[in-house]
């Protein structure tokens, strides 16, 4: 399926580390297909599959979902999917989403390119959304991001090479208090950097990708 046929191109072209895409949730995958298809960014055909959700106290329930995907055609280090919820388990998943470091969430995913202006149109393709500055795509919950490497290098503080085609190179989490998160990294001896406001870890083995903690209100 694309899913696997476009994880296994990122794969053999990068390796094991960093995120090969961004999932969309949406309310009708298959209205997000046709949108796809007629920008000429269809990544291939849909996928539907079904698994077996089990919580902490062994109830089960069944989690069905339905996949678009949408990429460039001259692109295989990124790609965008939305994903819709056919059948949500109705089971506790409050211990998957509670975590020691305080994150409550995701509220921004940086990608870097040379090429901005297409990658842009990629983005506000998968999105259904246009890019509200320039170079940012602004969703109900997050923000889309995607940024000319040297760019990204002074924002995060992080050396970055040419990426001429679009790569996923940071994911920002929300935090209750970047205090708390700063004292975990450091009792865990992961290296950090402050770059203004935000906490960053640089790309690490197995991890691929910048890990960006900011204090949300």
Known sequence: NVFVARDRLYRQNLGDEGFSAVVLGTGDADAD?????????????????????????????????????????DADEAFLFACERIN?????????????????GIVEVVAVSDRLSGQVGLLST?????????????????????LEPAAFASRCNLPT?????????????????????????????IAHHMSGNDIVVRPAPGQGAAFIFRETK
Do not use: W
């Not at 949108?35 to 849909?46: D, P, Q, T």
């Open 161 to 189: 090479g040419a990426s001429p085609q679009l790569r996923f190179a940071a994911i920002v989490f929300s935090v209750r208090s970047a205090a708390i998160a700063a004292r975990l990294l450091a009792a865990n001896a």
């Open 126 to 146: 998968a999105a259904g959304k246009q890019a509200a500055q320039g170079d940012a795509i602004e969703l109900p919950n997050a923000t889309l991001t995607v």
């Open 33 to 73: 297909h046709v949108r796809y298809v007629g920008a000429g960014m269809s990544a291939g055909e849909m996928l539907s599959f079904s698994r077996t959700f089990t919580d902490t106290s062994g109830k089960s329930d069944l989690a069905s979902f339905k996949l678009a995907f949408c990429a460039s055609k």
């Open 88 to 104: 949500a388990p109705k089971i506790d998943r409050t211990a998957l989403q509670a975590h020691a470091n305080g994150v409550t």
